[in-house]
Structures are given as structure tokens and as C-alpha cells.
């Protein structure tokens, strides 16, 4: 039996996306929500190194942690701007005690006051 050229590729397209569907993605899901325990299991108290935002999670280096920091869609509607991604800037210090998902950052060390709740969209909307 002789299988045409378009039925081939047709075939290897649907391999493919079922790779991506069954294997990959599930895979993605996982490394995010190993992500998140890292970062959540975390104690912070350091001053900020290096910022990025990438799609609405904002990576975050600190002074004595090699691994970067993953910050998921963090907001406090209080501040001007109330993303993380956009209120947060190189020298700042920053405060997480272990098992929290509460993000303290600030100017100086003593001077820590904004509160940001990983992974909550809602602190402090009207």
C-alpha cells in the first residue's frame, strides 16, 4: 500500500502536535510549578541585583542566591506601578520569610514596606 506525499505530511504534523500536546506541554506545566515551590520555600533578605519581566513573571536576582528568583503575576493596586515587574528597580532590598507568598520590597533594608503576594492579581483593587 502506497501512502501519498500529502497523507505523509499530514501524518508528521499530527505526530508532532501530539508530541508537543502529550510530552512537551506537561512538561512546561511542571518546571512552572517547580518554579513556584522554589521560590515560595525561599527566605529573602537581600538587596536586588538584576531585574526582568518576561510575560507577566518578573525574574528577580538577589545578592547571595546563585538561582534566579521567579515572581508569577504579583500586584498591590496601592502602589504607582502596582506590577512588580514595573515598581521593583536594581538596588532596592527585598524581604520573604521561607514558606510565604509574601513579598516585601523597599527602598533600603529598614525601609521594606510594599507588600506584594506572589501569584495574587487582586491586593488592593478597588
Request: charged letters at 25%.
Amino acid at each position: 500500500m502506497k501512502i501519498s506525499k500529502t497523507l505523509q505530511i499530514v501524518l508528521f504534523f499530527a505526530i508532532v502536535i501530539c508530541y508537543y500536546v502529550f510530552i512537551g506541554m506537561p512538561s512546561n506545566e511542571k518546571k512552572a510549578y517547580e518554579r513556584y515551590v522554589r521560590t515560595y520555600q525561599l527566605k529573602i533578605d537581600n538587596k536586588i541585583t538584576n531585574v526582568r519581566t518576561n510575560r507577566g513573571l518578573t525574574i528577580l536576582r538577589f545578592d547571595g542566591i546563585a538561582e534566579e528568583v521567579f515572581v508569577e503575576s504579583a500586584y498591590n493596586y496601592n502602589l504607582t506601578p502596582s506590577f512588580i515587574g514595573d515598581f521593583v528597580k536594581q538596588g532596592m532590598w527585598a524581604y520573604k520569610s521561607n514558606n510565604s507568598d509574601s513579598l516585601f520590597i523597599g527602598l533600603t533594608k529598614p525601609n521594606r514596606k510594599n507588600l506584594f503576594v506572589i501569584g495574587d492579581r487582586n491586593l488592593n483593587e478597588d
